[in-house]
Protein backbone atom coordinates (compact mmCIF):
# COMPACT_ATOMS: atom_id res chain seq x y z
CA UNK A 1 0.00 0.00 0.00
CA UNK A 2 1.12 3.57 -1.21
CA UNK A 3 -0.08 6.41 1.35
CA UNK A 4 -1.92 8.91 0.13
CA UNK A 5 -0.22 12.59 -1.07
CA UNK A 6 -2.44 14.11 1.77
CA UNK A 7 -0.90 12.29 4.43
CA UNK A 8 2.71 12.52 3.81
CA UNK A 9 1.69 16.62 3.24
CA UNK A 10 1.51 17.30 6.54
CA UNK A 11 4.74 15.33 7.93
CA UNK A 12 6.82 15.95 5.48
CA UNK A 13 8.61 18.70 7.02
CA UNK A 14 9.41 16.62 10.04
CA UNK A 15 10.36 13.72 7.56
CA UNK A 16 13.04 15.68 6.31
CA UNK A 17 13.79 17.06 9.42
CA UNK A 18 14.59 13.65 11.14
CA UNK A 19 16.31 11.97 8.51
CA UNK A 20 18.63 15.02 8.16
CA UNK A 21 19.23 14.88 11.70
CA UNK A 22 20.16 11.17 11.55
CA UNK A 23 22.41 11.49 8.24
CA UNK A 24 24.19 14.94 9.14
CA UNK A 25 23.68 16.38 5.50
CA UNK A 26 21.52 15.15 2.29
CA UNK A 27 20.83 16.11 -0.86
CA UNK A 28 16.98 15.92 -2.56
CA UNK A 29 17.42 12.91 -4.72
CA UNK A 30 19.18 11.11 -1.72
CA UNK A 31 16.25 11.94 0.64
CA UNK A 32 13.52 11.07 -1.21
CA UNK A 33 15.74 7.32 -1.90
CA UNK A 34 16.26 7.16 1.80
CA UNK A 35 12.49 7.55 2.18
CA UNK A 36 12.09 5.25 -0.64
CA UNK A 37 14.18 2.62 1.11
CA UNK A 38 13.34 2.67 4.65
CA UNK A 39 9.64 2.57 3.84
CA UNK A 40 9.50 -0.50 1.65
CA UNK A 41 8.16 1.88 -0.84
CA UNK A 42 5.28 2.82 0.86
CA UNK A 43 5.95 6.42 0.94
CA UNK A 44 7.31 8.09 -2.06
CA UNK A 45 8.44 11.64 -1.57
CA UNK A 46 7.89 13.74 -4.77
CA UNK A 47 10.02 16.31 -6.16
CA UNK A 48 7.01 18.46 -6.36
CA UNK A 49 6.30 18.17 -3.12
CA UNK A 50 10.16 17.85 -1.35
CA UNK A 51 11.92 20.93 -3.17
CA UNK A 52 9.36 23.65 -2.02
CA UNK A 53 9.25 22.16 1.33
CA UNK A 54 13.39 22.07 1.41
CA UNK A 55 13.35 25.99 0.40
CA UNK A 56 10.30 26.89 3.26
CA UNK A 57 12.65 25.07 5.77
CA UNK A 58 15.97 27.11 5.00
CA UNK A 59 14.40 30.36 4.53
CA UNK A 60 12.30 29.60 8.19
CA UNK A 61 16.86 29.04 8.85
CA UNK A 62 16.21 25.58 9.93
CA UNK A 63 18.54 24.46 7.71
CA UNK A 64 21.67 25.39 5.26
CA UNK A 65 22.98 24.35 2.37
CA UNK A 66 26.48 23.23 1.45
CA UNK A 67 27.10 23.64 -2.27
CA UNK A 68 29.20 20.60 -4.11
CA UNK A 69 29.88 21.33 -7.59
CA UNK A 70 29.90 18.02 -9.89
CA UNK A 71 31.12 19.21 -13.68
CA UNK A 72 28.31 22.06 -14.97
CA UNK A 73 25.89 20.96 -11.79
CA UNK A 74 25.73 21.70 -8.46
CA UNK A 75 24.45 19.67 -5.86
CA UNK A 76 22.71 21.12 -2.73
CA UNK A 77 23.72 19.64 0.66
CA UNK A 78 20.77 19.88 3.14
CA UNK A 79 22.23 20.50 6.73
CA UNK A 80 20.54 21.03 9.88
CA UNK A 81 20.52 24.40 11.84
CA UNK A 82 20.99 24.68 15.81
CA UNK A 83 17.29 25.78 15.47
CA UNK A 84 16.37 22.94 13.18
CA UNK A 85 17.70 20.49 15.80
CA UNK A 86 15.66 21.67 18.41
CA UNK A 87 12.86 22.03 15.94
CA UNK A 88 12.87 18.23 14.92
CA UNK A 89 12.66 17.22 18.49
CA UNK A 90 9.60 19.34 19.00
CA UNK A 91 8.13 18.04 15.35
CA UNK A 92 8.98 14.70 16.28
CA UNK A 93 6.87 14.77 19.36
CA UNK A 94 4.44 16.38 18.39
CA UNK A 95 3.75 13.86 15.41
CA UNK A 96 4.33 11.21 18.22
CA UNK A 97 1.48 13.13 20.33
CA UNK A 98 -0.71 13.23 17.39
CA UNK A 99 -0.37 9.33 16.49
CA UNK A 100 -1.34 8.62 19.88
CA UNK A 101 -4.28 10.84 20.16
CA UNK A 102 -5.29 9.29 16.32
CA UNK A 103 -4.97 5.81 18.21
CA UNK A 104 -7.81 6.78 20.76
CA UNK A 105 -9.65 8.30 17.99
CA UNK A 106 -9.74 5.08 15.98
CA UNK A 107 -10.42 2.81 18.17
CA UNK A 108 -13.29 4.44 19.64
CA UNK A 109 -14.92 4.76 16.31
CA UNK A 110 -13.77 1.17 15.91
CA UNK A 111 -15.73 0.36 19.26
CA UNK A 112 -18.92 2.32 18.37
CA UNK A 113 -19.27 1.20 14.79
CA UNK B 1 25.88 3.82 -14.18
CA UNK B 2 25.65 6.46 -16.78
CA UNK B 3 27.34 9.40 -16.91
CA UNK B 4 25.67 12.48 -18.75
CA UNK B 5 27.89 15.01 -20.61
CA UNK B 6 27.92 18.66 -20.53
CA UNK B 7 25.71 19.39 -23.21
CA UNK B 8 22.95 16.56 -21.63
CA UNK B 9 23.41 18.79 -18.86
CA UNK B 10 23.14 22.04 -20.44
CA UNK B 11 20.32 20.79 -22.34
CA UNK B 12 18.35 19.59 -19.21
CA UNK B 13 18.66 23.21 -17.66
CA UNK B 14 17.55 25.02 -20.70
CA UNK B 15 14.42 22.76 -20.48
CA UNK B 16 13.93 23.46 -17.32
CA UNK B 17 14.12 27.33 -17.99
CA UNK B 18 11.94 26.66 -20.58
CA UNK B 19 9.14 25.30 -18.66
CA UNK B 20 8.83 28.11 -16.34
CA UNK B 21 11.06 27.69 -13.28
CA UNK B 22 12.69 30.97 -12.89
CA UNK B 23 14.12 31.12 -9.07
CA UNK B 24 17.97 30.20 -9.77
CA UNK B 25 18.40 27.34 -7.11
CA UNK B 26 15.27 25.43 -7.78
CA UNK B 27 16.48 25.28 -11.16
CA UNK B 28 19.73 23.92 -9.60
CA UNK B 29 17.82 21.27 -7.15
CA UNK B 30 15.70 19.79 -10.09
CA UNK B 31 18.87 19.93 -12.56
CA UNK B 32 21.01 18.34 -9.97
CA UNK B 33 17.33 15.60 -9.06
CA UNK B 34 16.76 14.89 -12.68
CA UNK B 35 20.50 13.93 -13.66
CA UNK B 36 20.54 11.95 -10.71
CA UNK B 37 17.55 9.93 -11.83
CA UNK B 38 19.02 9.41 -15.33
CA UNK B 39 22.12 8.44 -14.41
CA UNK B 40 20.46 5.99 -12.10
CA UNK B 41 18.07 4.85 -14.47
CA UNK B 42 19.68 5.11 -17.98
CA UNK B 43 21.27 2.23 -19.92
CA UNK B 44 24.24 3.20 -22.33
CA UNK B 45 22.28 2.53 -25.45
CA UNK B 46 19.14 4.49 -24.36
CA UNK B 47 17.48 7.40 -26.14
CA UNK B 48 18.74 10.14 -23.81
CA UNK B 49 15.87 12.90 -25.12
CA UNK B 50 13.02 10.35 -25.21
CA UNK B 51 13.86 8.73 -21.36
CA UNK B 52 14.56 12.75 -20.33
CA UNK B 53 11.49 13.87 -21.71
CA UNK B 54 9.43 10.48 -19.65
CA UNK B 55 11.83 11.06 -16.39
CA UNK B 56 10.41 14.86 -16.40
CA UNK B 57 7.00 14.13 -16.50
CA UNK B 58 7.11 12.19 -13.06
CA UNK B 59 8.17 15.81 -11.49
CA UNK B 60 4.34 17.35 -12.02
CA UNK B 61 0.75 17.08 -12.73
CA UNK B 62 0.44 19.40 -15.26
CA UNK B 63 3.09 21.42 -15.87
CA UNK B 64 6.73 22.11 -14.09
CA UNK B 65 6.38 25.09 -12.92
CA UNK B 66 3.61 23.61 -10.46
CA UNK B 67 7.00 23.54 -8.43
CA UNK B 68 8.31 26.69 -8.57
CA UNK B 69 4.24 28.09 -7.66
CA UNK B 70 4.23 25.62 -4.49
CA UNK B 71 7.65 27.26 -3.30
CA UNK B 72 6.82 30.83 -3.64
CA UNK B 73 3.04 30.01 -2.05
CA UNK B 74 5.34 28.53 0.92
CA UNK B 75 7.52 31.04 0.93
CA UNK B 76 4.88 33.71 0.87
CA UNK B 77 2.47 32.13 3.54
CA UNK B 78 5.05 31.01 5.76
CA UNK B 79 3.54 34.15 8.20
CA UNK B 80 0.14 33.30 7.63
CA UNK B 81 -0.85 32.37 10.95
CA UNK B 82 0.26 35.74 11.94
CA UNK B 83 -1.08 37.17 9.37
CA UNK B 84 -4.06 35.59 10.63
CA UNK B 85 -3.36 37.18 13.98
CA UNK B 86 -3.39 40.54 12.93
CA UNK B 87 -6.33 40.54 10.90
CA UNK B 88 -8.19 39.81 14.28
CA UNK B 89 -6.29 42.27 16.14
CA UNK B 90 -7.03 45.30 13.50
CA UNK B 91 -10.42 44.29 13.37
CA UNK B 92 -10.93 44.62 16.91
CA UNK B 93 -8.88 47.73 17.12
CA UNK B 94 -10.88 49.19 13.74
CA UNK B 95 -14.53 47.75 15.95
CA UNK B 96 -13.37 49.30 19.30
CA UNK B 97 -12.30 52.16 17.90
CA UNK B 98 -15.52 53.07 15.81
CA UNK B 99 -17.53 52.55 18.56
CA UNK B 100 -15.75 55.13 21.72
CA UNK B 101 -15.40 57.01 18.61
CA UNK B 102 -19.07 57.06 18.35
CA UNK B 103 -19.80 57.27 22.53
CA UNK B 104 -17.34 60.52 21.98
CA UNK B 105 -19.27 61.69 19.80
CA UNK B 106 -22.59 61.59 22.00
CA UNK B 107 -21.10 62.73 24.44
CA UNK B 108 -19.33 65.48 22.99
CA UNK B 109 -15.72 64.87 24.86
CA UNK B 110 -13.06 65.54 22.64
CA UNK B 111 -11.17 63.15 20.10
CA UNK B 112 -13.60 61.13 18.66
CA UNK B 113 -12.56 62.78 15.16
CA UNK B 114 -8.98 60.82 15.78
CA UNK B 115 -11.09 57.38 17.05
CA UNK B 116 -13.05 57.46 13.92
CA UNK B 117 -10.09 58.72 11.72
CA UNK B 118 -8.20 55.63 13.39
CA UNK B 119 -10.92 52.91 12.65
CA UNK B 120 -11.44 53.73 8.97
CA UNK B 121 -7.42 54.08 8.75
CA UNK B 122 -6.60 50.61 10.10
CA UNK B 123 -10.21 49.04 8.43
CA UNK B 124 -8.85 50.59 4.79
CA UNK B 125 -5.21 49.90 5.13
CA UNK B 126 -4.97 47.14 7.27
CA UNK B 127 -7.88 44.90 7.70
CA UNK B 128 -9.38 44.84 4.27
CA UNK B 129 -5.78 44.13 2.63
CA UNK B 130 -5.27 41.42 4.65
CA UNK B 131 -8.48 40.08 4.58
CA UNK B 132 -8.15 40.09 0.65
CA UNK B 133 -4.47 37.90 0.61
CA UNK B 134 -6.00 35.72 3.30
CA UNK B 135 -9.52 34.80 1.77
CA UNK B 136 -7.70 34.88 -2.02
CA UNK B 137 -5.67 31.92 -1.15
CA UNK B 138 -8.92 30.01 0.20
CA UNK B 139 -10.45 30.42 -3.02
CA UNK B 140 -10.27 28.35 -6.05
CA UNK B 141 -12.92 30.14 -8.25
CA UNK B 142 -11.72 33.30 -10.51
CA UNK B 143 -15.56 34.48 -10.18
CA UNK B 144 -15.55 34.32 -6.47
CA UNK B 145 -12.22 35.47 -6.38
CA UNK B 146 -13.59 38.79 -8.45
CA UNK B 147 -16.26 39.07 -5.91
CA UNK B 148 -14.10 39.42 -3.02
CA UNK B 149 -11.68 41.72 -4.88
CA UNK B 150 -14.71 44.03 -5.87
CA UNK B 151 -16.09 43.71 -2.30
CA UNK B 152 -12.52 44.88 -0.34
CA UNK B 153 -12.28 47.81 -2.93
CA UNK B 154 -15.89 49.40 -2.18
CA UNK B 155 -14.78 48.84 1.77
CA UNK B 156 -11.39 50.74 0.83
CA UNK B 157 -13.36 53.50 -1.13
CA UNK B 158 -16.39 53.89 1.84
CA UNK B 159 -13.08 54.11 4.57
CA UNK B 160 -11.21 56.62 2.18
CA UNK B 161 -14.21 58.62 1.23
CA UNK B 162 -15.19 59.05 5.12
CA UNK B 163 -11.83 59.79 6.23
CA UNK B 164 -11.68 62.34 3.70
CA UNK B 165 -14.61 63.80 4.49
CA UNK B 166 -13.16 64.44 8.00
CA UNK B 167 -10.26 65.26 7.34
CA UNK B 168 -11.84 67.93 4.44
CA UNK B 169 -9.70 66.53 1.81
CA UNK B 170 -9.73 68.69 -0.97
CA UNK B 171 -10.78 65.31 -3.44
CA UNK B 172 -13.02 64.40 -0.72
CA UNK B 173 -14.75 67.38 -0.34
CA UNK B 174 -17.58 67.95 -2.77
CA UNK B 175 -18.79 64.44 -2.20
CA UNK B 176 -16.91 62.64 -5.83
CA UNK B 177 -15.45 60.14 -3.55
CA UNK B 178 -18.74 59.11 -1.86
CA UNK B 179 -20.56 59.54 -5.53
CA UNK B 180 -17.36 56.92 -7.09
CA UNK B 181 -17.57 54.40 -3.88
CA UNK B 182 -21.37 53.95 -3.91
CA UNK B 183 -21.47 53.80 -7.98
CA UNK B 184 -18.40 51.30 -7.75
CA UNK B 185 -20.55 49.56 -5.08
CA UNK B 186 -23.96 49.83 -7.13
CA UNK B 187 -22.93 48.85 -10.56
CA UNK B 188 -20.14 46.38 -9.91
CA UNK B 189 -19.80 45.22 -6.75
CA UNK B 190 -23.69 44.35 -6.32
CA UNK B 191 -24.29 42.66 -10.27
CA UNK B 192 -20.68 40.62 -9.51
CA UNK B 193 -22.07 38.96 -6.24
CA UNK B 194 -25.79 38.69 -7.22
CA UNK B 195 -24.63 36.87 -10.18
CA UNK B 196 -21.86 34.71 -8.66
CA UNK B 197 -24.23 33.67 -5.37
CA UNK B 198 -27.25 32.90 -7.47
CA UNK B 199 -25.94 30.05 -9.57
CA UNK B 200 -25.30 28.13 -6.71
CA UNK B 201 -28.78 26.46 -5.42
CA UNK B 202 -28.34 26.48 -1.81
CA UNK B 203 -27.15 30.10 -1.90
CA UNK B 204 -29.96 31.51 -3.80
CA UNK B 205 -32.18 32.59 -1.04
CA UNK B 206 -29.18 34.45 1.03
CA UNK B 207 -27.89 35.80 -2.27
CA UNK B 208 -31.38 37.32 -2.73
CA UNK B 209 -31.79 38.17 1.03
CA UNK B 210 -28.00 40.07 1.12
CA UNK B 211 -27.78 41.68 -2.11
CA UNK B 212 -31.50 43.32 -1.11
CA UNK B 213 -29.88 44.75 2.03
CA UNK B 214 -26.83 45.84 -0.06
CA UNK B 215 -29.21 47.77 -2.25
CA UNK B 216 -31.02 49.26 0.55
CA UNK B 217 -28.04 50.21 2.19
CA UNK B 218 -26.75 52.06 -0.78
CA UNK B 219 -29.34 53.49 -1.67
CA UNK B 220 -29.44 55.27 2.14
CA UNK B 221 -26.07 56.22 1.55
CA UNK B 222 -26.42 57.78 -2.23
CA UNK B 223 -30.08 59.86 -0.55
CA UNK B 224 -27.26 61.31 2.34
CA UNK B 225 -25.01 63.37 -0.78
CA UNK B 226 -25.82 66.16 -0.96
CA UNK B 227 -25.58 66.52 -5.47
CA UNK B 228 -25.66 70.39 -5.66
CA UNK B 229 -21.75 71.09 -5.17
CA UNK B 230 -21.42 68.64 -8.22
CA UNK B 231 -24.37 69.55 -10.10
CA UNK B 232 -23.84 73.26 -9.22
CA UNK B 233 -23.80 74.33 -12.86
CA UNK B 234 -25.80 72.43 -14.37
CA UNK B 235 -28.54 73.32 -11.03
CA UNK B 236 -27.80 76.94 -12.19
CA UNK B 237 -28.72 76.50 -15.77
CA UNK B 238 -32.24 74.62 -15.04
CA UNK B 239 -33.18 77.77 -12.91
Known amino acids: MIFSSELIKGTLKTIVLKLLADNKKMYGYEITQKVKELTNSKIEITEGALYPTLHALEADGLVITELEYIGKRVRKHYKLTPTGKSKTKEKVSELVEFMNTMKIILDINLQTA | MYHLSNNQVDFILDDIKKRGIQIESLQQNLLDHVCCMLENEMKPDDDFEKIYSITIQKFYKNELYEIEQETNYLLTFK ?9 ILSGIAAATSFVLGSIFKIMHWPGSLALYMMAMSVSSFLFLPLLFLIKNKELKNLQEKLVLASGI ?5 YCTAVVGRIVQLEFAKNGILWLIYIGFAFFVF ?20 VTLLFIIFISSQFLMVNLQPLLGGLWHINK
Open chain 2, 190 to 209: VPLYFFTGIRKPEMKINTIV
Open chain 2, 79 to 87: NFYFMKKVL
Open chain 2, 153 to 157: IVGML
